[in-house]
């Protein structure tokens, strides 16, 4: 069975700064996708970006990046430029073939003014 | 277009009653899928359907059912309700098996 997995329960960052979160996954799977959601306050889960495995390019959307490394079943999560508007509860998701999304424990971003 | 809509937002049900939650999908999206969220972890996979077929089950029990309608909305039943059963509830909805869009859930609290 896949799982994943978030390291890091809690992490703190200054406005304006850059902060990365972690991620690894188990499967044996060689297609799937890979999935970043936040979850804020209001509990409404949001999506932030998304990485196929079949594609060497990190995926990018605005201030958030990814740094995919399939050999080594990471998947971390880059926020340039954080505001305030960023603090939530970050889960990385992996989805198989199958489409069910297997979520991590989740990783609570504090944004420092 | 309206995104992923579930009612209700809020439900109080005692131990051993029967509830059932409700989910539209976004426009065009033929497939639904149900998780629960407990406090302080990561949803769970409960339940999948594309074009009103189940295409995958979680690890729950058969007190919990679902189904999706022509339309493509969903009901997600859960009978016989227990303390453990309180959780958020969390509708996503896809296009064919691409990336999964969620609704605001329905915050089920079991007295």
């Known amino acids: 069975a896949q799982t994943v997995t978030q390291s890091q329960p809690e992490m703190s960052v200054q406005e304006a700064e850059t902060v990365t979160l972690s991620c690894t996954y188990d499967t044996s799977e060689s297609d799937y996708y890979l999935f970043w959601y936040k979850q804020p306050p209001s509990r409404q889960m949001i999506l932030v970006i998304r990485?196929?495995?079949?594609?060497?390019q990190n995926a990018t959307e605005n201030r958030f990046s990814v740094n995919f490394q399939k050999a080594a079943k990471s998947f971390s999560l880059k926020i340039s430029d954080s505001q305030l508007g960023d603090a939530a509860m970050y889960f990385c998701?992996?989805?198989?073939?199958?489409?069910?999304?297997?979520f991590g424990a989740g990783t609570i971003l504090r944004v420092k003014s | 277009d309206a995104g992923v809509t579930q009612s209700p937002t809020h439900l109080i049900k005692t131990r051993g009653q029967h509830v059932t939650l409700r989910c539209s999908p976004i426009s065009g999206h033929k497939s639904v899928s149900w998780y629960q969220q407990v406090l302080g972890q990561g949803p769970q996979f409960i339940f999948q359907y594309y074009e009103k077929e189940e295409r995958g089950r979680g690890n729950f029990p058969d007190r919990f059912s679902a189904r999706q309608f022509p339309n493509y909305s969903s009901e997600l039943n859960v009978n016989a309700l227990l303390l453990g059963d309180s959780a958020l509830y969390l509708c996503a909805s896809s296009h064919n098996t691409d990336t999964q869009y969620f609704g605001p859930g329905t915050r089920l609290t079991v007295l």
């Open positions: 990485q196929e495995a079949y594609k060497q």
């Open positions: 998701a992996y989805r198989s073939c199958g489409n069910k999304l297997v």
